[in-house]
Structure formats: C-alpha cells, structure tokens
C-alpha cells in the first residue's frame, strides 16, 4: 500500500519519478461530491446554479452558463452568433484539435493563422492575412495560460465587422488591466478537463456579457427545452415546455458543479504555486545554453497553464530525443501541440492563407516540462538537474 501510494504516474509505471501533469483534488473536493450525491437532484439543479454565479462573479461577467466541456462550449457559442456552413473562422494553428472541431461541428471552416515566436499566440498579421468576405469571427486562444493581444485582436474584428470568441481553456485565472480573459471578445469558452488549472473531471463554462448569447446556450445545451427542470416542476405542468431549435445535450450535472464550486475556491492558491513553479524553473533554466524559458508576463496576470521550453541549435539535441532522455530519467514531458494544419482532418476542411512558418518551425523546438500545482522543488530539481547533465 505504501509503496503503491508513491506511484503518482496515471499508467502506473513505476520508472515514473516525475509525472507530466497531476490533479490536486482535496478532501474538501470529496466532501463537496459526496454531499451532492445525497441530493434527490442530480443534474440541472442549485450546484449548478451555484458555480454559475460564482465563475460569473470571479470572471467579472453578466453571466456564466455550466456546459459539458470545453469543446460544447466553443461549439454553442459559435451557434448563439449564427456561425454556420460557408462561414469561416481564424483559429491558431497551434491549439489543440478542438478548437478547430468546434468549428467545424457548426459546418463552418477554421482558417489557420500562424503564431508568434516568443508565446505562441495567434499572431496578428496573419490574422489580417487571413480576413476574407467570408470571415465571421476571430478564435483567438491564450496559449498556457498567457494573454494574447486583446486591444489590437478588437481593433481588426471591429474594422472587419467580426465576433471575437475566445478560448480560455488555459486561462483560468489570466487578466490583463484586472479583466478576466475570455470578457474582451462576445463569449470566452472554458474546459475544466484534467489537465487544467482547476477540474470538475469534465466541464466547461461560456462567459458573456450578451443576453442573447446566454439564453442561446442555456437551451440549447438542455435539448432546446425553453425550461429548467426547477421552472418546470415549480409551477404549473412540467410537460408543457417548448423547443423552438434542435438542441444538445451537453448539460453540467450537480456532482461536478459541487467539484466546481470547492476547486474555484481554492484556484488563487493553485495558480500561486504554478507561479511560483514557473519562476523556479526560469531561474534556474535561463542560463541553459541552447535553451529559451517561457515569458513570464509583466503588469499581468498570467496563469502558468504550461510550462514551455524552445530547444535551440546550440542545445546539441533534438526535442525528441531530450523527450526520450527525459522518459529515461523517469521524468513525463510532452508537446503542447502539434500543429494543426498536420492533422489529416484538417488538410481535408481547414484552409490558410499563410506559410504558417513560426508554428511549422516552433513545433520541431517546444517541449512542455512536467508542470502542476502541487510540484515540489525535490521534482523540479530532478527535471531541471536531469536537463543540466544533458
Ligand atoms: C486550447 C483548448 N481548447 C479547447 C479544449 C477543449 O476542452 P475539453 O477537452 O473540455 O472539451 C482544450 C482542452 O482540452 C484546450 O486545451
């Protein structure tokens, strides 16, 4: 028991001295799912209610609607704005795959935009070299957690006539000027998989301030069905609902609202300690030869999602093989991500206009370093003495 307690790899393996990511999910985290549990409501109900109106609060939105994940967060609020087949939609080509299947599940096309060199965020050239007749909106993501361009990324979409939509998957918690990412644009999409700042397992969450949007999305991810379970079964018969739309069913249910609600509380003190990580590592990295650490933005903040190096010529080693050295030493890694004008679906319904040569060159440099919350110092010392020696 005591030995398997110190596995912490999620396959089990135990070369693992170092794994990639890890959940921190308290006993309070327990207690907030077993007493949902207990609750005649499993699903649609106040928990839900609850984290909507805490997430709008932290955010600093109108409003906050609970979703299935990320991806049906992006899907639905490409759909409030009548997003569709024959429109197209700029996305980054370095972002992970749905993103751009959130895109393409409306019959729209994602146009693929290159990135910038130092934080891999959609660059704002290639945006503009991508506006056509049929542009509809601009995707932009804040990569690992690092805001992108907000003033200027408005300032096309208003001379355009475009919607902003932003993905905020790694950016809970990321502001600029005190303005929660994902409130600049018409709707910011959310996912509390796993892997980021803070989980409900599965989930995600749509922000805006459009009364339109909100109502739009809070249908349509109840099947369409113009009531909540509460309003039907408050008054009246609860049959009598209407469905004007063909909806989905892409509802957050209690047991993950109530995980919601007891991770947000805690999500300052998370994202402090990825802070602190992510400046442990620059310090003793920087001097690397061959090696570029991640920005670490100024007068913003920054939620640390990833944790990014840019491995350069003088470094004598391929990205892949320091992946492979790395597995060697028991120490996890992966690449965040590859770029998507390489996935096969993509080439078949995506389209740019752009050489794409940053994300083309970038993918052959970047590797993510095992990075959480609750890392400890003795692991980074591992990753960062095990970099070192190579
Ligand atoms: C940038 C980005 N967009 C969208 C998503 C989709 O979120 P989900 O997995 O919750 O559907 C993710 C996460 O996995 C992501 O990293």
Not at 11 to 29: E, M, R, W, Y
Request: proline share 4%.
């Amino acid at each position: 028991m005591k030995n398997s307690k110190k596995i912490k790899d999620a396959f089990n393996d135990p070369s693992i001295k170092v794994p990639f990511i890890l959940p921190q999910i308290t006993n309070d985290d327990k207690k907030s799912i077993n007493d949902a549990l207990e609750s005649p409501l499993l699903t649609d109900g106040p928990k839900l209610r609850q984290f909507e109106s805490a997430f709008a609060e932290f955010t600093g939105s109108k409003y906050a609607i609970g979703v299935s994940n990320g991806t049906s967060a992006l899907q639905l609020s490409l759909k409030a704005l009548n997003i569709g087949k024959g429109d197209e939609v700029i996305i980054p080509d370095i972002t992970f795959i749905a993103t751009a299947s959130a895109v393409l599940l409306t019959g729209a096309t994602p146009v693929l935009a290159d990135v910038n060199c130092d934080d891999l965020n959609i660059s704002l050239n290639s945006i503009k070299n991508n506006i056509t007749s049929k542009t509809k909106a601009i995707l932009p993501v804040h990569f690992a957690g690092k805001i992108c361009n907000m003033t200027e990324i408005k300032k096309i979409a208003h001379r355009h006539g475009l919607f902003i939509i932003e993905d905020c998957a790694h950016a809970i918690g990321t502001k600029k000027k005190n303005k929660h990412a994902g409130t600049f644009g018409d709707a910011g999409c959310f996912s509390f998989y796993p892997t980021k700042n803070f989980t409900t397992i599965e989930g995600g969450m749509v922000i805006t301030n459009s009364k339109r949007i909100a109502k739009y999305v809070s249908t349509a991810r109840n099947h369409g069905i113009t009531k909540s379970l509460q309003q039907r079964f408050s008054r009246g018969r609860p049959w009598e609902y209407n469905v004007f739309d063909p909806g989905y069913n892409y509802r957050l249910d209690e047991i993950r609202s109530a995980l919601g609600i007891s991770q947000l509380k805690k999500i300052k003190k998370m994202n402090l300690r990825r802070k602190k990580a992510f400046q442990y590592y620059n310090a003793k990295l920087h001097m690397c030869k061959g090696i570029t650490v991640p920005l670490l933005s100024h007068g913003e903040e920054h939620a640390c999602h990833l944790y990014i190096l840019k491995i350069q010529k003088e470094y004598h080693m391929l990205r892949n093989e320091l992946f492979l050295k790395l597995l060697r030493n028991g120490i996890r890694s992966s690449v965040h991500y590859k770029p998507l004008h390489e996935f096969s679906v993509c080439k078949k319904l995506a389209r740019w206009n752009d050489s794409l040569r940053n994300s083309k060159e970038l993918y052959k440099k970047i590797i993510s370093l095992p990075f959480y919350s609750q890392i400890s110092q003795i692991e980074q010392d591992k990753v960062i003495n095990c970099i070192k020696k190579l």
